[in-house]
């Protein structure tokens, strides 16, 4: 019995660790970017934006 609970915590952090590894990694291949784009995007507006304000208050 000492054996199977030994065996069944270790494969329930395995488990844990594994569910966990890949969240972060599909966190950091798919949502960082489109994050990172999302804020270029902002950016670019925001200049336009400050850039067209300019050219028309004179």
């Given at each position: ?32 970017p ?25």
């Open positions: 019995m000492k054996q199977f609970t030994k065996g069944l915590l270790i494969g329930t952090i395995a488990t844990i660790s594994a569910v966990a590894g890949g969240i972060f990694s599909f966190h950091k291949s798919v949502i960082k489109i994050e990172e784009q999302e804020d270029k995007f902002d950016e670019n507006r925001r200049a336009a934006v400050r850039k067209g304000r300019s050219a028309h208050s004179k």
